[in-house]
């Protein structure tokens, strides 16, 4: 469990003065910073998206350093988002944790629990099962004062001021070292190293999620179009 220590270790931090000080750095930079800073406790939360192959090939490769990487079973990813996973644990040597629901280990034993596509009927109890319940054990199984996400503010509109540096709501540190990038920054970076990535993004989905609920995205439409397509809904719920 993450103790008051840890986050009020987080909660020391100032916050503006860290926003105004890293709003032009590298991603590079503001990791190299929260390495330093926060030795122990530091993780990386991964749906191995593009973004998110990105910033663990800047810490494994550039930095040397390896964070534990969180990892959500949903149960529900789509075969080439699994196997991305098992190539990127084996070519970083991945800390990986992959956290799931407990007691539930098929789709089917999914659906007899929850009953048939829990997602159409109940969407934020879907996304609590699947996905927050399970990232909270996480944070907390690993004492984590400070998680590093993949979100850029150019993705969603409720994005669009996110600060490099944030408290979540239990007051742990959120860094988020892609926030200035575009989607072409972490094209090019992926070009630039030979990053490995989900080849579905080549296949007209440029953000992944569960399989039942994503869909391709077309011509100029938003980068999360595809999600949870046919709603208001714009975020999972992990980050607000």
């Not at 970083?92 to 992959?98: H, I, R």
């Not at 490995?196 to 609920?213: R, T």
């Not at 869909?215 to 949870?228: F, I, M, P, Q």
């Amino acid at each position: 469990m993450t103790t008051t220590a840890s986050l009020n270790s987080a909660v020391s931090f100032d916050l503006d003065q860290l926003n105004q000080q890293f709003e032009t750095a590298t991603t590079k930079e503001i990791l190299a910073w929260s390495i330093e800073n926060i030795p122990t406790g530091l993780v990386q939360t991964s749906a191995f998206n593009v973004d998110d192959l990105v910033i663990t090939h800047i810490l494994y490769t550039e930095l040397q350093h390896p964070v534990p990487v969180i990892f959500l079973d949903t149960l529900y990813h789509f075969p080439e988002t699994l196997e991305l996973v098992a190539k990127a644990k084996e070519i970083y040597n991945l800390d990986l944790k992959t956290y799931k629901m407990p007691n539930v280990d098929t789709r089917e034993a999914f659906t007899a629990k929850y009953g048939e596509a829990l997602w159409d009927s109940d969407i934020a109890q879907f996304h609590h099962i699947t996905k927050i319940e399970p990232l909270q054990r996480g944070l907390d199984e690993l004492n984590t004062i400070a998680w590093i996400t993949g979100r850029r503010r150019d993705q969603a509109v409720t994005r669009a001021n996110m600060p490099v540096f944030e408290l979540d709501s239990l007051g742990r540190l959120k860094v988020n070292p892609l926030a200035t990038w575009t989607r072409k920054d972490s094209w090019a970076y992926v070009a630039e190293h030979g990053v490995i990535y989900n080849p579905l993004h080549d296949q007209g989905y440029p953000s992944i999620g569960d399989e039942p609920i994503t869909t391709k995205v077309g011509e100029g439409e938003d980068e999360r179009a595809g999600r949870w397509r046919g709603t208001a809904k714009t975020e999972c719920g992990i980050h607000i």
